[in-house]
């Protein structure tokens, strides 16, 4: 009887699938699981034959695909708590409150990223991309106090093209400190000041607040407008850029042992516009390997000494931006 029953059951399967491109198993914990007839040689209901010298081995488990997340800067994307900057009393929502208003991109026009010099310990301007990446910045404390003067990395989303900026020439250039070359549109992006003064442990830094290292593995970046103009036209304090001229960004990731890797981009190379990064490029960090934090620091040609050559500084003004910052979780 049970095997007619078999064979009932194994007539009434293959007449189903014959019409069918697939067919499921019902499990009794309530699971199911497809299976292709392509895939099928023969159904039976006898256990097979086992060699006990080769076990049939259970499917092994396939690594799931790494989890990322992404840095953008809009505010569609900001996942982070309220929190509010004490010495402006500007309350953060979302990644455009602390964006400087347009017409306040100039040394001293914004509140947001200038220090109030009555109270130059006060809290620095600060952001954390909690709920996401988990990536953080706050202005280093350079020359007395935190001021984007001393350098650091503010959220903007001002555009300016090169006609207006040679328009406006060297002295209203700084008018437009806060933007990259390209026509307005509402995309924001971090926007970096590096400190002019030669030296490398002056550093920009992004942190991941919860001190966990993970891999960054790439971004965009962008130079920023006034150093593109300044590279083509010279200025007061720069001369235009010759065959022998470079920009460099340098950035360093550290390990949790304090070990450093370091990654150097080049932005621009000689005197030809067309090879700079005047648009978005993207860049592979995931040779850093596993980070706590990475910083930047530009590097370039152009030097000038004071005091009898005790001080060093770069001549271009030492602007870039970065965006969709990708970190594997």
């Known amino acids: 009887m049970k095997r007619i029953l078999s064979l009932l059951i194994a007539s009434v399967v293959s ?38 010298d080769q ?11 790494p ?13 982070f708590p309220a ?21 306040q991109q100039s040394y001293g026009g914004s509140t947001l990223i200038y220090a109030d010099w009555s109270n130059p310990d ?30 650091g990395m503010v959220i ?12 406006v020439g060297t002295g209203g250039m700084y008018n437009y400190q806060l933007s990259i070359l390209g026509e307005q549109t509402d995309n924001a992006f971090a926007f970096a000041y590096c400190d002019s003064k030669v030296d490398s442990e002056a550093k920009i830094e992004l942190a991941f607040e919860d001190s966990v290292a993970r891999q960054i593995n790439k971004m965009k970046v962008v130079m920023g407008a006034l150093p593109i103009y300044c590279m083509i036209n010279g200025s007061d304090f720069s001369e235009a850029y010759d065959d022998d001229d470079y920009l460099k960004l340098v ?32 860049v592979d960090l995931s040779s850093l390997g596993k980070v706590t934090k990475i910083a930047f620091y530009l590097d370039e040609a152009q030097q000038i000494s004071y005091d009898g050559g005790n001080t060093i500084y770069y001549k271009t003004p030492l602007y870039f931006a970065i965006d969709d910052v990708e970190v594997q979780l």
């Open 122 to 151: 006060g809290a620095p301007y600060t952001w954390t991309d909690a709920g996401n990446t988990g990536l953080t910045h706050t202005f280093p404390y350079n020359w007395g106090t935190y001021d984007f003067a001393g350098g």
């Open 156 to 167: 903007s989303n001002h555009y300016v093209s090169l006609e207006e900026l040679e328009n």
């Open 15 to 52: 007449v189903a699938l014959l019409a069918q491109s697939s067919f499921y198993i019902y499990k009794l914990d309530g699971s199911i699981e497809q299976y292709l007839i392509d895939e099928v040689e023969r159904i039976s209901f006898e256990a097979p034959e086992v060699d006990p």
């Open 55 to 65: 076990p049939i081995e259970p499917d092994q488990p396939v690594d799931p695909e």
């Open 251 to 282: 950035v360093t990731g550290y390990a949790e042992d304090g070990s450093t890797q370091q990654v150097e981009i080049m932005l621009a190379d000689g005197s030809d516009p067309s090879t700079w990064a005047v648009d978005w490029t993207e």
């Open 67 to 79: 989890q990322v997340a992404v840095l953008t800067f809009e505010d569609a994307d900001a996942k």
């Open 83 to 103: 929190y509010t900057l004490d010495y402006c009393s500007v309350d953060v929502e979302k990644w455009s409150d602390i964006i400087p208003a347009a017409d």
